[in-house]
């Protein structure tokens, strides 16, 4: 049965430092990850996607990186902004087909402070 | 395009009422995906349709829940009887026919249901 985990639930960090959040998952038989932010109340936004067969993804100011074999992924937020608050999380597909399912972390609720 | 449309947004019922969540996915999406977000919990997988077909009903509950997709028409996810540990957030998912390996599923603002 596939678990992810995300650690740690929360982060609070001081406005315009990097960070990296990460994510762990105990089946490598995964045919993408993807990251979503969620704001409070609200619904998922997705936020990049990889590929299996891919390294990592950018997109602005954020980059996800992806290691297969070991089960991680790291989502990088470069220069944080108050406005980047909210809860992060990762979901892994298993596999192709029929079984599309995503499974989820809990999430990491970021708290940029000015 | 519109994006993957919920409704109601929140939803109050008392024990033993029945609750009904409706999701239109995006146009030209057939494929629909329900989970839900319990209170300090991970989004959970309850049940993947396509049009008028269940497909993976893995993580319904056994009893009281039930979820279709019909020809026409919103997918719909029913609750009878609830219960006070029904109180969640309900999200709906919807992804383009075909299955292909760079497709994203497209989440819309869910349905907070409330148990009194």
């Known amino acids: 049965k596939q678990e992810v985990t995300q650690i740690p639930a929360a982060l609070s960090v001081p406005e315009g430092e990097n960070l990296v959040l990460n994510c762990s998952f105990t089946d490598s038989a995964i045919y993408n990850l993807q990251w979503f932010r969620q704001d409070p109340g609200k619904g998922l936004t997705s936020l990049l996607l990889?590929?299996?067969?891919?390294r990592e993804q950018t997109s602005g100011r954020l980059n996800a990186s992806l290691d297969k074999s070991s089960g991680r992924s790291t989502l990088y937020i470069a220069a944080s902004q108050p406005g980047d608050s909210a809860t992060y999380l990762c979901a892994v597909r298993p596999e192709y087909g029929a079984n599309s399912k995503l499974t989820f972390g809990k999430g990491i609720t970021l708290s940029v402070r000015p | 395009n519109a994006g993957v449309m919920q409704n109601p947004r929140h939803l109050v019922r008392r024990r033993g009422q029945e609750a009904r969540l409706r999701c239109s996915p995006m146009?030209?999406?057939?494929?629909v995906y329900w989970y839900r977000q319990l209170p300090e919990e991970g989004l959970k997988f309850m049940v993947y349709l396509q049009k008028e077909n269940i497909i993976d009903e893995s993580g319904m509950p056994k009893e009281r829940f039930s979820a279709e997709f019909p020809k026409e028409g919103p997918s719909i996810l029913r609750i009878q009887q609830v219960v006070r540990g029904d109180s969640a957030a309900y999200f709906c998912?919807?992804?383009?026919?075909?299955?292909?390996?760079?497709?994203?599923?497209?989440f819309g603002p869910g349905t907070r249901l409330t148990v009194l």
């Open positions: 998912a919807s992804s383009p026919p075909g299955g292909g390996s760079t497709d994203t599923q497209y």
């Open positions: 990889i590929q299996s067969s891919q």
């Open positions: 146009k030209g999406h057939s494929h």
